[in-house]
């Protein structure tokens, strides 16, 4: 059987318009689920470590569109040791204690504004990774800027960055 042009045009078309329902869910889904996981950290943490937990990812991922977060759902959480949990030995009762937070691995992608490759940490959800980030600054006081360094100068400019941002999702709640 062959096709006329005009049934070409309209599967040709109906491809395009799938294809770009597709990459539209793909990067607005994360969205949606950050807008809920903040939610739901709400109910657990308190709202400053949740405000703080949202400025961290929209700084750290393109206000949640860069590729690195729609492939690890971190804001750029890096491994310092290839052992689980992967150098961050102060979460690590959190996740034992919390398999669906865990990490499930890691993934290479060339970092924003440096152009070098880096592994990241990859979480199973945007929940894992926004109720990880939630614990964490949990235990260091609710510091943001020890997401950033360890050096109190480099945690000091990033606090002022961080600042800067509005938490938006978590404001809207």
Known sequence: MKLTDTQIKIICTIIVIVML???????????LDMKSSLKKALD?????????CERIFRLESGNFTSGQ???T??????PASPIYP????????????NNPYKPIGIKTYTENGTGIRK?????????????TVCEWLTIFENNPGRWFSTDVIGQANYNI???GINATYTDEV
Do not use: C, H, R
Not at 21 to 31: G, N, S, Y
Not at 73 to 78: A, I, K, N, Q, V
């Open 21 to 31: 329902i597709l990459v539209f869910f793909k990067k607005v889904k994360p969205m």
């Open 44 to 52: 657990a943490y308190d709202t400053t470590i949740v405000e703080n």
């Open 69 to 71: 977060f729609l492939g």
């Open 73 to 78: 759902y971190s804001p750029g959480m890096e």
């Open 86 to 97: 992967y150098g961050w030995n102060s979460l690590k009762d959190f996740w034992d204690s």
């Open 119 to 131: 592994q990241f940490i990859q979480f199973p959800t945007v929940e894992a990774g926004v109720f």
């Open 161 to 163: 960055k961080i600042n």
